[in-house]
Nanobody, 122 residues
Framework: QVHLVESGGGLVQAGGSLRLSCTAS????????GGWFRQAPGKEREFVAA????????SYKDSVKGRFTISRDNAKNTVFLQMNSLKSEDTATYYC???????????????WGQGTQVTVSS
């Protein structure tokens, strides 16, 4: 497992942008798939995006394709989520995730961050 810390959440108007960062304390983070989930009040935690070890392959939830971009900088042990054209329905707590295999469900995640709040006002 790795220890993950998120940053970059906040309040933004609809149509605006935010960039989330997730930094791991271990230098072995490059051995993990990195990704993001989100959870809105009263809803289940859902997959948002994931990136492979080298940053060369990505996967996205359909509703964020074309608006969100996931990337990573292994030299900094960090995964990023650039969120553009934000909508009110993107409002949620965003959690960084890591696992040994490519994931799209919570069952496949090995490590979680503490979460960062993203609020989009309409």
């Amino acid at each position: 497992q790795v220890h993950l810390v998120e940053s970059g959440g906040g309040l933004v108007q609809a149509g605006g942008s935010l960039r989330l960062s997730c930094t791991a304390s271990e230098r072995t983070f490059s051995d993990y798939i990195g990704g993001w989930f989100r959870q809105a009040p009263g809803k289940e935690r859902e997959f948002v995006a994931a990136v492979n070890f080298y940053g060369t392959s990505t996967s996205y939830k359909d509703s964020v394709k074309g608006r969100f971009t996931i990337s990573r900088d292994n030299a900094k042990n960090t995964v990023f989520l650039q969120m553009n054209s934000l909508k009110s329905e993107d409002t949620a707590t965003y959690y960084c995730a890591a696992g040994r295999r490519f994931f799209q469900t919570t069952r496949e995640v090995e490590s979680w961050g503490q979460g960062t709040q993203v609020t989009v006002s309409s």
